[in-house]
């Protein structure tokens, strides 16, 4: 059997196996006594081979049964054309020949680096000690006849080329240093950084002289630098997310780590009041969370007006990355801040002035037509001669008719008319921008618990002096507007149908009638259903009960439509339905338009309907 298969040092995969036949082909299997067997050795024939390799291992074994088998054999350097060859050496008598083997080739021994040790953190201008250490990849272990190869190894230093440039200082001392063979170690020593930052990482080149068989580069973990003494940043914190618009595949993934460390290396240096910690890189399209402690006010107002005039941007992995117009504290979204520096500080003193003599006036008419008004009338009904009865009547009669004709003829606030006449009056930017809440947790629909129960005020005419009958009283409403938003069984979301103005000490049957009235003469004119913000149904008979206030405390009246056999025959807007998705046969959209925007959301739910038809 040939021998085969190896690299520098390691032992053939395939080890030479020699049988000794006659003259007609049968093994001879005894070859001298038990006692005292032939001995067959192995040299090496170095042919185009290096001329300095040497064979490694048991060159000489007995025969035993006929067969000499070799069992670690191996060459100490590669090269190709190297031959092995075989004699009887025991007893010197023997005239027996034996076969050379085939030429033999032999691969470089592979090794690995490993970072033995960084500083966890390091501080301005302070030397760090930094180890490298080679490996061999077949024992994981201590790399053996290093310096019989004859290289030198050299290791050099560098701060990771994906770090922000402007932000991640200066690496000095002595950045290049030789492999110490007998230890397998580079140790660089004397390594310093200028400026402070997050999570430095230094790559470093390992390679050999003067040939370049070994070439390979390892980086290490990331490390801190501080400005010793400096007083860390304490007190509660918030967690902050911002957003990039650009491809997270393409910009970001697999590269999250690195993206960490050049965000809080060009972010964070913008605000000296607080700490930033705990980065996340998410899809969605590249949002980036992280904590903030320290001085959080001031850091999320200079934020907002940062993101207001395109100031954060990060340079990465050959992009250039500007953060959208939103910020998100604890998940909920801040205004981003508006500058008013285009305006002089006298011109903004006088808007204000011009605001509060407004406010001013406002009020005195409000004054005027509501308290001194009142007082008026209730004076004038107080000096009324009253001649006799009939007279007392017919004048409290006439006062009751006028005051019901003027709480007539108040306006109640709501109008009527349909939210819209058809598909086409909703506009492409207007179904963008139509509110949508998740219904994963129903709680996150309320500001608050539920309020209790308002009490109605009730309304009194007065009656003039001697008047004991003839009072008229009248329940006064208490409207407010709130969001209708109606759910979408198909993805658990609810969409903004219109703006009601609700009377909160009216009952859910008066509300019904309200969102009936708002919806008539539109396409939405399936049967609705009432939801408490628990995202449970309200009984048909008890909306007659159940006032607005003790049902919504949100600002938002929930509705369901009535489905047919668990679809939804409205799309993900509101409107109509007229097209439905193929694959699942359950979603249905106004427009091809709203189908595409929708697909990402609809396709995990579409594979699961689809799967379950």
Not at 469 to 476: A, L, N, P, T, V
Request: proline share 4%; hydrophobic share 40%.
């Amino acid at each position: 059997m040939e021998a085969s298969g190896a690299s520098e040092r390691e032992p053939f995969s395939v080890q030479p196996k020699i049988k000794v036949l006659d003259a007609v082909d049968v093994l001879v299997e005894q070859l001298g006594h038990h006692s005292n067997p032939w001995q067959l050795a192995a040299t090496l024939r170095h042919g185009n081979g290096n001329p300095d390799a040497q064979l490694l291992g048991s060159t000489a074994v007995p025969f035993k049964k006929g067969f000499a088998n070799f069992l670690d054999l191996a060459i100490d350097k590669m090269g190709s054309g190297y031959t092995l060859d075989f004699a009887i050496i025991h007893p010197n008598s023997s005239t027996l020949v034996v076969d050379s083997s085939v030429e033999i080739s032999i691969t470089k021994r592979e090794y690995y680096t490993v970072v033995a040790s960084t500083p966890s953190l390091a501080y301005v201008d302070e030397e760090f000690d930094v180890m490298v250490e080679l490996k061999d990849v077949l024992t994981d272990g201590f790399p053996q006849g290093l310096a019989d190869k004859g290289y030198v190894w050299k290791a050099s230093a560098i701060t990771h080329p994906l770090m922000p440039s402007d932000y991640r200082g200066s690496l000095d001392g002595t950045l290049e240093v030789t492999f110490d063979l007998t230890t397998a170690q580079a140790h660089l020593q004397d390594l310093t950084i200028d400026v402070k930052g997050y999570l430095y990482i230094i790559q470093f080149h390992v390679y050999t002289i003067p040939s370049s068989d070994y070439d390979f580069t390892v980086n290490s973990d990331g490390f801190d630098v501080k400005v010793r003494g400096q007083i860390a940043h304490s007190g509660d914190s918030k967690t902050f997310t911002i957003r990039f618009d650009e491809d997270y595949s393409t910009v970001a993934r697999d590269n999250e780590e690195l993206l960490k460390i050049n965000f809080l290396n060009k972010v964070s240096p913008m605000y000296p009041y607080a700490t930033f910690s705990n980065v996340v890189i998410s899809e969605g399209s590249i949002l980036i969370t992280f904590d903030v402690q320290g001085d959080i006010v001031s850091t999320q107002n200079q934020m907002l007006e940062d993101l207001s005039n395109g100031m954060i941007t990060l340079s990465f992995n050959g992009y250039t990355l500007s953060a959208d117009n939103y910020l998100q504290v604890d998940g909920k979204e801040v205004k981003v801040w508006k500058s008013t520096a285009l305006f002089a500080p006298w011109l903004i003193a006088v808007i204000v002035i011009i605001a509060i003599l407004m406010l001013l006036i406002t009020a005195s008419v409000v004054y005027w037509l509501f308290i001194l008004k009142k007082k008026n009338k209730i004076s004038e009904s107080e000096t009324v001669a009253l001649h006799d009865h009939n007279e007392k009547q017919a004048m409290s009669l006439e006062s009751m008719a006028s005051l019901h004709s003027s709480h007539s003829s108040e306006s109640l606030g709501f109008d009527p008319s349909p939210i819209m006449a058809d598909d086409e009056a909703l506009s492409l930017k207007k179904r963008q921008d139509l509110d949508e809440v998740r219904m994963d947790s129903p709680i996150s629909l309320r500001k608050t618990m539920n309020t209790p129960r308002r009490t109605p005020e009730v309304a009194v005419t007065p009656l003039p002096p001697g008047f004991t009958e003839g009072q008229h009283e009248k329940i006064i409403e208490d409207r407010q507007q709130m969001n209708l938003m109606a759910k979408n069984d198909e993805d658990r979301t609810f969409i903004k149908l219109a703006v009601l103005n609700v009377n909160l000490v009216g009952t859910i049957l008066d509300l019904r009638q309200d969102i009936s009235a708002n919806l008539e003469g539109s396409k939405w004119k399936d049967k609705f259903y009432l939801m408490k913000e628990t995202l449970t149904d309200i009984p048909e008979n008890e909306e007659d009960k159940l006032t607005v206030s003790e049902i919504y405390s949100s600002g938002r009246v929930l509705i369901r439509w009535e489905s047919v056999q668990g679809q939804s025959r409205f799309c993900v807007c509101g409107l109509k339905g007229r097209i439905v998705c193929v694959k699942c046969n359950r979603q249905y959209y106004c427009s091809l338009h709203c189908q595409v925007r929708h697909w990402q959301r609809h396709q995990t739910v579409c594979k699961v309907n689809t799967t379950t038809n």
